[in-house]
């Protein structure tokens, strides 16, 4: 039989997968109920990265655009900016029927 983890290793793999350290959020800064992120453009979005236990700011966005490019790397006429990988679509799980 293999040896399980404590459970303490197993939270700490599992809090890391969840919400890697370093990883960025954009939160919405005008009042109101919470909506999707493309509901209102124009708004600026506040910059969050996790580091570790906490969301610390880490700047502000004049609007949505801004924020997807300051999330994704994405500078000027929307070129990546080179060492950041660039996820491709997974191939949905499944069986696959022959047409």
């Not at 109101?32 to 453009?41: D, I, K, N």
């Not at 000027?76 to 191939?91: C, E, H, I, Q």
Request: proline content about 11%.
């Amino acid at each position: 039989m293999d040896e399980e983890k404590p459970l303490a290793s197993w939270a700490a793999g599992r809090e890391q997968r969840l919400r890697p350290v370093g990883q960025l959020w954009a939160v919405r800064l005008m009042d109101g109920r919470p909506r999707g992120a493309h509901v209102a453009p124009g708004e600026p979005r506040l910059i969050v990265r996790r580091d570790g236990y906490q969301w610390l700011p880490e700047t502000v966005a004049e609007d949505y655009a801004a924020a997807q490019r300051i999330l994704h790397g994405i500078e000027g006429g929307g070129v990546p900016r080179p060492g950041r990988s660039v996820r491709l679509p997974r191939k949905a799980p499944g069986r696959h029927r022959k047409p």
